[in-house]
C-alpha cells in the first residue's frame, strides 16, 4: 500500500505533461505474454486486479502463440521500436535476448524506486535476471520437473509408505524398480512422459540426470559431457523400449494417460498442478494423486526448471519514457506481491515474502514438491540455450528418436551433436 | 509472317512492323508496363538482390553485420544438414511430380469423357484444391491419428504414419497429391479441350477407335501441355515447406526436414540471417538447373519424335 502511494505520487510529479495525469488519463501499457492455458488466464486475472486497484496506469495484455514464434515477434519488434512496453519471458532466454540488445536493462534507482529489492526475491532467479552486472527482467516464478504419482496405483505396486505418500527412492535402479512394478503389478503404465517428435520433456530429465552426476554440458564452446551423455540417453529410454512407458505419446496424450488412471507416475513440469486441482475438485479424478520432487538418483536431487520473468523491451529508436518505464515496474511489483495466485497455478512464486508465507506453506499439493526448489537447474547460460531456443529445438528433433526405438541413444546424441555444433562455435547474435 | 516470302521483302516487313509499333506505342507501352515493372523491381528484384548480398555478410534475423565474401557458401557446401535437406526435398518431389500429373491426366480424361457428369465430377476433382494449408493439413493429421484415425481403422494397427521413418514423407506425397492435383486436371483438361475435333472425326473416319486415339491423336496433341504441367509441378515440389511444417516439424529427425524448412529453422530459431539467405541463393540456382534440365530434356524428346 505504502509502495503504490508511493507510486502514485511520483508518477503525479513526474508524469509529461503533467495535466494528463491530473484529468485522470491514465498511461496505457502493452504487455506481450506468452502464458496460456491455466496461466493465461491466472495472469488475465492479476492484469485486471491490477487495473482495476489505481487509476494511473493500464495494463493492456496480449497473449502470443508460445515458444519461437513469440521470441521471434519479440524480437524482431524491439529492435524496430514497435515492441510492447513489457513482456514476459523465460529466465533461460535472458542471456539470448539481453546480450541480443532486444531487452532495455533495469537501472538500480529505477528499481529501488518501485520498491523492487533484490533479498525479495529468490537469489537464484534474481542472480538468472541480470547479465554483465545489470538487472533486466524480474521473476516472477520457477516452475520444476517434478514426479506425479497415482496414490491407487502406486499402493498397488506396493510403493508408498505407512504416510500414504511415496515412499522415497534413490538411484536409477530403485526409479526403474518403480515403474517395473508398477507396470507389472498394476497392468498401467508405469510412467507417462511425452515422448513423441518435437517434445521437450526428455531434454529436460536428460539434462537433470547430467547435473545429477556432476556432467557439465558445455565447456569452451563445445559439449563437454562425454559418454554421461549416451548413458543418461540410454537409461531413460531404456523405460520406454522395456514398455514401463508407452513411446510416442503427444503432450495431451500423456497428460491424458496419467489423469485417466492409466499410469502409475507422470514426469512433467508443475504446470500440470492446476488440471490436478480442478480434477480432484470436480470430482472427474479417479484416484488421489501425490506429487514429489524429482528423485535423486546421483550425487544429489538436480531437477531441470525454468523461470517466468518480467521484461522491458528495449525498442529501439522509442525509448521508454521515464513514467512509463516508472508505471511497468510498479505493474511487475504489483504482481510479485500478488502472486499467490500464481503459486495457485503450480509454480514457485519467485518472490519470496509471498513463498514463504505461510498461506504458501500451507497450500496443497505445492508444499508436496516445495524441496525441489532447492535443487533446480536452467539450461546453461548461452545465446542458443533456453525455452524453445536453437538448442532445445534440435534436442526435440533427436531425442524423443531414442526413446521411440527408431534411433540408439548413441546415434540420437550423435546426430544432436553434429546439428549443434556450428551453433556453438557461432559468435552471439546481435539483433 | 509466311514461311514462302523471299527474304528481303519479309526482312522489310519485319522492319515495318518494328517501326510503327515504335513510332506509336512506344509511349503508351511504357505506361503500361509502368506499374508492373516498378512492383516487380520493388518487390521482387530489389529483395532478391538483397538476399544476394545477405548472403554474403554474417547477420542476424534483424541486423546486417560484416561483409565476409564467400564464408556462407563455403559453409554450406560442406554442411550435411543441407545436402539432406535437399535430398529430402527431391524425395518429395520424386514421390509427387509424375503421380500428380498422370493423376491429373487422368481425372481430365474422365472429366472429358463422361460429359453428363461433367460438372459433378470436375466440382469433385478441384475441391480439395480449394482448402487452405492448414485445413489440409488439419484435415490429414486427423485422418493419421495413431489410435483414433480413420486409416488405422481400416488397415488395423496402430502406426503412427507421421513420426514413422519410412512412411512420414510418402504419407505427405499422398496428402498433397489429393491436395493439390485438381489444379493439373484443370490445366490438362483445358488442353485436351483445345485439341480440335475435326483431328478425331478423321481418325475416325479412318477406323481408329479407343486407346489409339488417344495414342495417335490425344497424346501427340496433348504433349506440350503436359510437359508445362510437369514443370509447373517440379517447381511446386521443390517449394515444398507448408505441409512437412506443419505434419511433421520435419521429423522424425530430419527426415522430412526439406531445404526451405531448414532455410526457415536457420533463419529465425538460429537466427542466422546470413546464412539462411546462401541457402535461399543455392536453392534457387537448384531450381533453376532443374527447370533448365526440364526444358533441355523436352527439346531433345521433341527433336527425336517430331
Excluded at chain 2, 532443374?290 to 523436352?298: I, N, T
Aim: hydrophobic residues 50%.
Amino acid at each position: 500500500m505504502v509502495q503504490r502511494r508511493r507510486f502514485l505520487g511520483s508518477c503525479a510529479l513526474l508524469a509529461t505533461p503533467l495535466a494528463r495525469a491530473q484529468s485522470g488519463k491514465p498511461i496505457e501499457l502493452r504487455m506481450w505474454t506468452l502464458l496460456s492455458g491455466g496461466d493465461g488466464a491466472r495472469m488475465h486475472a492479476l492484469v485486471n486486479a491490477f487495473n482495476a486497484s489505481q487509476r494511473a496506469v493500464r495494463v493492456v495484455s496480449t497473449t502470443l502463440k508460445w515458444g519461437e514464434p513469440f521470441y521471434t515477434k519479440l524480437i524482431t519488434s524491439a529492435v524496430v521500436g514497435a515492441g510492447p512496453e513489457i513482456a514476459t519471458i523465460h529466465l533461460s532466454r535472458l542471456p539470448n535476448l539481453a546480450g541480443g540488445g532486444v531487452l532495455r536493462p533495469i537501472g538500480e534507482a529505477e528499481l529501488l524506486a518501485a520498491g523492487l529489492r533484490a533479498g525479495d526475491y529468490f537469489e537464484r532467479q534474481w542472480h538468472k535476471s541480470r547479465y554483465k552486472g545489470a538487472s533486466y527482467a524480474i521473476p516472477l516464478d520457477m516452475h520444476p520437473l517434478v514426479l506425479y504419482y497415482n496414490k491407487h496405483l502406486t499402493r498397488r505396486a506396493g510403493l508408498l509408505g505407512s504416510d500414504g505418500r511415496l515412499a522415497p527412492i534413490e538411484g536409477y535402479e530403485a526409479l526403474t524398480a518403480a515403474f517395473r512394478s508398477a507396470r507389472q503389478r498394476t497392468g498401467k503404465a508405469g510412467l507417462a512422459m511425452e515422448a513423441n517428435q518435437s517434445s521437450f520433456a526428455v531434454w529436460r530429465l536428460w539434462l537433470s540426470l547430467l547435473t545429477q552426476r556432476k556432467a557439465t554440458l558445455i565447456e569452451h564452446g563445445r559439449f563437454a559431457y562425454g559418454s554421461a551423455g549416451v548413458e543418461e540417453l540410454a537409461k531413460i529410454s531404456a523405460w520406454f523400449t522395456r514398455g514401463y512407458a508407452q513411446a510416442g505419446l503427444n503432450y495431451p496424450a500423456s497428460t491424458s494417460q496419467f489423469m485417466g488412471g492409466a499410469a502409475a507416475f507422470m514426469l512433467n513440469g508443475v504446470w500440470e498442478v492446476p488440471e490436478m486441482v480442478r480434477a480432484t475438485r470436480l470430482g472427474t479424478l479417479g484416484f488421489d494423486y501425490g506429487i514429489a520432487p524429482l528423485p535423486r538418483v546421483y550425487h544429489d536431487a538436480s531437477a531441470w526448471t525454468d523461470s517466468h520473468a518480467f521484461a522491458l523491451p528495449a525498442n529501439e529508436g522509442q525509448p521508454l519514457a521515464p513514467e512509463k518505464a516508472r508505471a511497468a515496474l510498479a505493474f511487475i511489483a504489483y504482481i510479485s506481491r500478488h502472486s499467490m495466485s500464481w503459486a495457485e497455478g503450480g509454480h514457485v512464486p519467485a518472490y519470496r515474502p509471498v513463498a514463504d508465507s505461510n498461506q504458501a506453506r500451507a497450500l496443497m499439493p505445492n508444499a508436496e514438491y516445495a524441496a525441489a526448489a532447492h535443487n533446480v537447474v536452467y539450461d546453461p547460460d548461452g545465446w542458443y540455450m533456453g525455452a524453445a531456443g536453437p538448442v532445445e529445438s534440435m534436442a526435440s528433433k533427436f531425442m524423443p528418436g531414442a526413446l521411440s526405438g527408431q534411433l540408439t541413444p548413441g546415434e540420437a546424441m550423435r546426430m544432436f551433436e553434429t546439428e549443434a555444433a556450428r551453433l556453438l562455435r557461432k559468435a552471439p547474435p546481435r539483433y | 509472317m509466311k514461311p514462302f516470302m523471299p527474304t528481303r521483302q519479309r526482312q522489310a516487313a519485319q522492319a515495318a512492323v518494328a517501326h510503327s509499333s515504335r513510332r506509336g506505342d512506344g509511349r503508351s507501352a511504357a505506361l503500361l508496363l509502368t506499374p508492373f515493372v516498378t512492383l516487380f523491381l520493388l518487390f521482387f528484384l530489389a529483395p532478391a538482390l538483397q538476399t544476394f548480398y545477405l548472403s554474403l555478410t554474417e547477420s542476424s534475423l534483424t541486423r546486417t553485420n560484416a561483409f565476409v565474401g564467400l564464408a556462407n557458401y563455403a559453409l554450406l557446401v560442406r554442411d550435411p544438414s543441407f545436402w539432406a535437406s535437399l535430398g529430402n526435398t527431391f524425395y518429395f518431389s520424386l514421390l509427387t511430380v509424375m503421380p500428380l500429373t498422370a493423376l491429373g491426366l487422368l481425372m481430365a480424361l474422365l472429366v472429358h469423357r463422361f460429359t453428363r457428369v461433367q460438372g459433378w465430377l470436375q466440382g469433385a476433382f478441384f475441391l480439395p484444391y480449394v482448402l487452405p494449408i492448414s485445413v489440409m493439413t488439419l484435415i490429414a493429421d486427423w485422418m493419421l491419428q495413431p489410435s483414433t484415425g480413420v486409416i488405422n481403422q481400416i488397415v488395423g494397427g496402430q502406426t503412427a504414419w507421421l513420426a514413422d521413418v519410412d512412411w512420414a514423407m510418402p504419407v505427405v506425397a499422398l496428402g498433397t497429391i489429393w491436395w493439390t492435383v485438381g489444379f493439373n486436371m484443370l490445366m490438362l483438361l483445358a488442353g485436351l479441350r483445345n485439341i480440335p475435333r475435326e483431328l478425331y472425326e478423321a481418325a475416325a473416319l479412318d477406323g481408329a477407335r479407343g486407346f489409339t486415339l488417344f495414342r495417335c491423336i490425344t497424346w501427340p496433341q496433348l504433349r506440350p501441355v503436359v510437359g508445362t504441367a510437369l514443370l509447373l509441378q517440379l517447381i511446386v515440389s521443390l517449394k515444398i515447406f507448408g505441409q512437412t511444417y506443419i505434419l511433421t516439424v520435419g521429423g522424425p529427425f530430419n527426415t522430412t526436414r526439406v531445404t526451405l524448412h531448414y532455410m526457415y529453422e536457420t533463419a529465425f530459431t538460429h537466427s542466422d540471417a546470413g546464412y539462411a539467405a546462401a541457402i535461399a541463393m543455392a536453392f534457387v540456382a537448384v531450381v533453376v538447373a532443374l527447370s533448365l534440365l526440364h526444358a533441355l530434356l523436352r527439346r531433345v524428346v521433341a527433336g527425336r519424335n517430331p
